[in-house]
Structures are given as C-alpha cells and as structure tokens.
C-alpha cells in the first residue's frame, strides 16, 4: 500500500511538472467561452478586442479587465470579418448575410450597411491610411469600398472560387488575397489611389491588359501582380510581412507557406510542415523573425522563420482553431476556436533585475547595467553570454563578491540554465564594456543563500547548493516544490501548487508556511520583517514568520512591488500603480497607460522599468496612505496638518474614515451637505449639523436633527427644527418638559387662531387652565361635556348655566371632601440650559482642533 501510494504521488507529481512546463510555452492573459469565434481584431489603442461569432453575436472584450464591454447583434448568421479602425471610433463586420456593416462603437449602432458580396463574407478591413475597406466573398470577387461615400470603388475579379481572406499591405499599393482555387493573388492597386487621390480619366491601358479587375465604370483601378501557386488544396489565408517583401499562406494542405517578391516575380522560398489538418490562419511576429500558425488540428504553432522549423506547439484537446490575429504595437495575439477565445503572448516582458543599495542592476539585450538611483547615471558593467535574443527569467546579486548569477528559462523547461559571473569592478564607461566570463550549468532557478553558497533547483526539482566554483556542496531533501525565492541567509522560499513554505536551509527543515496560490514574485522589506506574496491576481502580505497579516484580490494582473520607506507596499497592475497597508487597508495612486516594473520606492517617487527596459521615474502623491498610517498610528498632529494643507478629496476617503471611526476628521473633507449632515449626525456636532440643515432645508433632514438634538439636550436647536416642520404638538411638549409655560400659552393662542380646537384644548390641559377648557367645550358646542367640567371643578354658577342648555344631564355623584384635583406638576426651570441625554465622548482629534 505505502509502495503504491508513493507510486501514485510521483505520478501526480511528474504530470504537474509536465503541465507546468507546457504552461511555461505559452502565456495566456484572457480567456472567454462562447460560441466559435470566426473573427477577432485588437483596437490599436486601448485594452480591447471584437470577437465575430457563429452564431451572428459581435462581442466587445475588455482584456485587462476581462470584462465584456457590448454586444452588436444585427447581423443574421454566422459573423466572419472584423476590423477596429486605427483612428476612428469605428469597426467594421461582414457576415453569412451578404452584409458589411459599419459600428460606431461609442454610439453602439450600426451606422450603414454596405451591400453588393453575392455570397458569405469572409472578412473585412480597413485600410490603414485610406478611407477604404476591402472585403472578401464567397462569391469569388474581392471589393473595395469608400466608407465615407458609402459606395463601392473597385471589384476585384479573378479567382474561381471562394475568396478567403484579403488584406492591404501596411505600407504599399498593394493587396494580397488568399481563395480555395489554391492560389495566393497579389494585386497592384495604385491606380485606385491615384484615382482617389487626383481624379482623371487615366487607367484605360492597363484596362486593356488586365480586363479582370476594373471599378464600376470599367477603368483599371488594380491589377494582378503576382499569381502565387504551390499548394494542392484551398489556400485559408495570406499575410504580408509588415516590412519586409514576403507573403506567408496556410492551406489545407496542412502547409505553411513562405513567398518573396519584388516589381517584377514572386516565388516560393520554402515550406513548414508540422500540422496535421487545414491551417485556419498564419501570419508573420509583428516584431521577431517567428510565424504564428493555427489550425483546425487543435494547435497553435510557433515558427523559426529562418529555420522553418517549429519552436513550440499550443494545443487544446477539444477545440480547432479558425482565426489568428496580433497586436499592432503590443507583444499580445488572439486566437478563435470553437468554445471561445484566447489571448496570449509568447515570451515575458518583464526586466531581469535586482536592486541593492542605491544601485538596481539590470539587463538589457546583451549587457547587465547598473543605474545610481541618486546620480541616475545608468552605464553598462559587463556583456552577457548570447545575442540578447535569450530572455534572462530572474538574476541574483552577490555584493560580498561582487557576483550575479542569471537565470535563463527557455521555451522547454528541460533547457533552462543558469549563469554564475563575476561583474568587473570600476568599470563606469558606456565603450569598450568588457565581457563577461560566465559559468554556465543547466537549472531552473539560482540565488545566493550565503555568502559563498548559492542555491540552485535542478530541471528534476531537487535542490543543490553549490560554491563559487559551481560546484556542487551539498544536496538538500525538500518538500515538493517547483519554485525557489531568497528568504534571508540560509533560509528559502518554497513554492508549491498552493501553498508557500518557509524553508531553513542550514538545518533542512520547514519553518512555516501560509496558503498562496499562483504565486509569482515575493518582495521583501528593506528590514525583511514583512513580505509581500505577488500572485497572478493577488497579492498576500506577511509577516517574518509567514502568519498572515491581509490579502487583497486584483481584477487585473499583478506586476510588481516595493516597499516604501513608512511600511507601506506599493504595487503595480496592468493599467493603475496601489498601494497597501499591512492592516489591509488599500487604495490607488494613480492610473498607467501600459504596465511598468516597480525597482524602488523613495518619497514621491516610484523608480521602475518599462517593457523596452528604459529605467523610468514617476512622481506620486503619497497624501491619501501617509494620512491613513497616520490615523493608524494615532499621529494626530499630522492628521490635523494634512487636513489643513493637504488636498483630500473623494467619496473614498471619507468613506475609508466614516468606516474606519473617524467622521469628525471626514467632515474636514466634504463640501456637500447631505454628506456633512450625515457626517455631523454620526459624529454628535449637532452645530455642523444644524448649518447643513439650513442650507438643505428638508422636512427629512430637520425631523433627523431634531431627534439627535434631543438626545443631546439641545432643546434650542429641537425648538428650531419643531418650528421649521411645523409640528406644534410635539413644539408644545418640547415647552412642557423644559417649563417654558409662556411659550405653551403662545401654542394654545395659534391654535386658536389656527381653529384647531383639539390642539387649544390639549394646550390647556397641560397648562391646567380649566376656564379655558370650558370656554373651548362651550364654543364647539359640547356642552355636557362642558358642564361635567365646570361641575367636577367647583364652578358652580358656570355650571347651572350650562345645565339649563343641556338635557337629559344625569345626577353627578358627591365628591369626597378629600379628593384633590389633577392638575399638571409645576415643571423644572431649565429653559436657559441644554441638559444632555447623551454622553458624546471627544476623540483625541478633536481635542487637539479645540487647542488650535
């Protein structure tokens, strides 16, 4: 059983390795789940994507958020082409319905439609300076249209069968199309721009020579080029290189095919091979010498465009791939399958670096730098081993010696290495850099765990310690795991699937450990007494021993961190620069427009890299987490000065102090007065209160006052809101509790004049004015009731008046000579002085503002 068990874990062990390594291939920033995706296009400059669905649905992505934006849903059937305008808020789309349709995605509506295809569009594009789209139709023309003029310009006549994909060239009159005659078509048309551009009678020459492709008035606007033959079978789709003179095209012949040209040929230059069913899509790396294939054989495939060979394969177990697409100016592809869509992208953008001091050590191409945060002097120290195309994954620096050692992670995890270098000292010039001498071994991850000793997790996930020789000391038994972080001296971090173990070297046993998926990066404290765990979409702080100190979770991905100089984490995501507090209170500083790689925190500013590894700085406002460290820590001096001088602003943060306790300090803060007369309820300044009440002038808010005016004793202020509501009962008890009997008799004189007489008699009741209470019976006409009362209270005569009036009047029994009348108790004297019936307890702040 113990024999099998072992066995079964080793098995699970060996997969996951194996899952990692395919995962390390390729990485996926979003996914969705649809219907078959047939067309994607990436907007040229904000985070979007449109996805054209089988099912006749267009969807809006928002890829760094992973939130979808819209859908346009007029197209009927299956929707093919798909295309962002690079400058205008437009996109245009063509479906199974014969039908172009031009968006306006701000406005959310189609705007026209464009008719003329006989068949399936297959797919549509803006051209990149002109105000032209071309489409692609089963009905075996290519058309040109002007999306301003909403008419067609040019049809394109040639192929004899259905016409794939058509696209301009990025910078050329030109225009390749791609059709399932097995020919790749390259077509000229210069004569359409300068048609459009200087209008005239010219083109009937070419006419003559090439009667296939004329406009609408039969005139020569494009003409056949080149004709690309080579595959067998239908051609899927064709590419120009954006600078250089090649097509690529993929067919279903399972090939990949390579095309150069020039004015006067085209010709095959070779062919890939490697798919095993029809190639859906390929185009060319918008910035490295690689191919990108996908297929209809559930894989997505990276070429050597030099080699032609294939580097790595994507594939999906139960999905064919349709579409593929690039970013124009982001390292970021899309592809289409059936049950959705993925972005990814091919290699990290991250920076190797590592930060000591006031130096950060990093490498760009095929030099390690050093940048002086206090001088900004940035020079290369040493020229690395490679052509800088190799991507270094992670670097770790040894000041005792002077040493760095480089990871390097290749697309197979089975190739990975390490390069131990000694950086020559004094060495500050940007000419003749000299190389550096490297000793190179294979691993996954390297990093110093002592001054001498280095620590190096092997390609079977064992860990060895070695010296500066590079040679091996010691081999150390480990918990599972497929990561190793710096953890102080002799100590390392391990990662497993889901879990982060605290690991002492020296005495080969686990410390601690605390639950963290996805972790990528972990960021110490310049005093190491806190941590900070950087997960995919998370990010966990700690303390020295691993407990658990707060975690916050990110919508977008995680990118970077530092620790400031006061304790507090500072981080990045995909599009905003936050921060932290180790209590968990959080917030954000300040927006980005592409993700940047935090080295170093120091006051207001935020040192970093960019993704083309320039060293950059950015200036932050670090007021809002100063002033909540400074509520924490109960340093309310300098919460009084930020109040005064700083500029606070944001439901946020008075939220943050309503929350947290502090709604006097809030009021500091907000203009509007709902807000303030929430605020001033809340924290018992019944004259802020009272102020706001004024300027609001609402019943709701008056009737609000009142009660809290009550409770506090403040029967000045209760009086005023009773009289701005006009509630006169509950104004005549106010005057009864408070024995203001002068101003009780004023109510009963309104209520007179008002006519309202059971307000007048319960005046004089509570004032315990019988003759008043006669004469009010008596004017309404109750008069038995009136003669019960001046009869019960002695007044004879009054009575016997009364009596004649009434009728059937019963025999009144004898009163007792020791009964006593109930008359109202002579009220406490306190209408000069407010007598609390709450305690309001006074925080240490405001205190300090009643000194000031």
Sequence with gaps: VILTFNYLVDVV?????????????????????????????????????????????????????????EKFDEHDGPVRGICFHNQQPLFVSGGDDYKIKVWNYKQKRCIFTLLGHLDYIRTTIFHH???????????QTIRIWNWQS??????????????????????????VSASLDQTVRVWDISGLRKKNVAPGPGGLEEHL???????????????????????????NWAAFHPTLPLIVSGADDRQIKLWRMNDCKAWEVDTCRGHYNNVSCVLFHPRQDLLLSNSEDRSIRVWDMSKRTCLYTSRREHERFWVLTSHPSLNLFAAGHDTGMIIFKLERERPAYTVHGNILYYVKERYLRKLDFTTSKDVPVMQIRGSGKTLVYSMSFNPAENAVLLCTRASNVDNSTYDLYTIPRDHDSETQVPEGESKRSPGITALWVARNRFAVLDRSYQLVIKNLKNEVTKKV????????????????????????????????????????????????????????????HSVTICNRKLD???????STRVKSGAWDDSGVFIYTTSNHIKYTLINGDHGIIRTLDLPIYITRVKGNNVFCLDREYKPRTFTIDPTEFKFKLALIHHKYEEVLYMVKNAKLVGQAIISYLQRKGYPEVALHFVKDDKTRFTLALECGNIEIALDAAKALNDKACWDQLAEAALMHGNHQVVEMCY?????????????????????????????????????????????????ERIRILKSV????????????????????????????????????????????????????????????????????????
């Excluded at 040019?154 to 016409?163: A, F, K, M, Q, S």
């Excluded at 100590?491 to 982060?500: F, K, S, Y």
């Excluded at 658990?548 to 990110?554: I, K």
């Design 13 to 69: 062990w060996f997969i996951t390795r194996k899952w990692l390594k395919e995962r390390r291939k390729m990485l996926t920033k979003f996914e969705t789940k649809s219907a078959r995706v047939k067309g994607l296009s990436f907007h040229p400059k904000r985070p979007w994507i449109l996805a054209s669905l089988h099912n006749g649905v267009i969807q809006l992505w928002d890829y760094r958020m992973c939130t979808l934006l």
């Design 129 to 139: 300076e002109y105000p032209w789209i071309v489409s692609a139709s089963d009905d």
């Design 150 to 175: 909403r008419a067609c310009i040019c049809v394109l006549t040639g192929h004899n069968h259905y016409v794939m994909c058509a696209m301009f060239h990025p910078s050329e009159d030109m225009l």
């Design 209 to 235: 020579k090439n009667p296939g492709a004329t406009d609408l008035f039969g005139q020569a606007d494009a003409v056949v080029k080149h004709v690309l033959e080579g595959h067998d079978r239908g051609v």
């Design 477 to 536: 038994q480990t918990p599972n795991c497929d990561e190793i972080f710096y953890a102080g001296t002799g100590m390392l971090l391990l990662r497993d699937i889901d879990v982060v173990i605290l690991f002492d070297v020296q005495q080969k046993r686990t410390i601690a450990q605390v639950k963290v998926t996805s972790l990528r990066y972990v960021v110490w404290s310049s005093d190491m007494s806190h941590i900070a765990l950087l997960g995919r």
């Design 548 to 554: 658990l100190l707060c975690s916050l979770h990110e």
């Design 723 to 771: 009289q701005r509501t006009k509630s006169f009962d509950r104004l005549s008890f106010l005057y009864l509790i408070t024995g203001n009997l002068e101003k009780l008799r004023k109510m009963t004189k309104i209520a007179e004049i008002r006519k309202e007489r059971s307000a007048q008699y319960h005046g004089a009741l509570l004032l315990g004015d019988v003759e």
């Design 781 to 852: 006409n109750l008069n038995s009731l009136a003669y019960l009362t001046a009869a019960t209270h002695g007044y004879v005569d009054e009575a016997e008046k009364l009596k004649e009036a009434c009728s059937n009047i019963p025999q009144l029994p004898e009163i007792e000579k020791n009964a006593k009348f109930l008359r109202p108790p002579p009220p406490i004297q306190q209408a000069e002085n407010n007598w609390p019936l709450l305690t309001v307890n006074r925080v240490s702040f405001r205190i300090l503002l009643s000194y000031r």
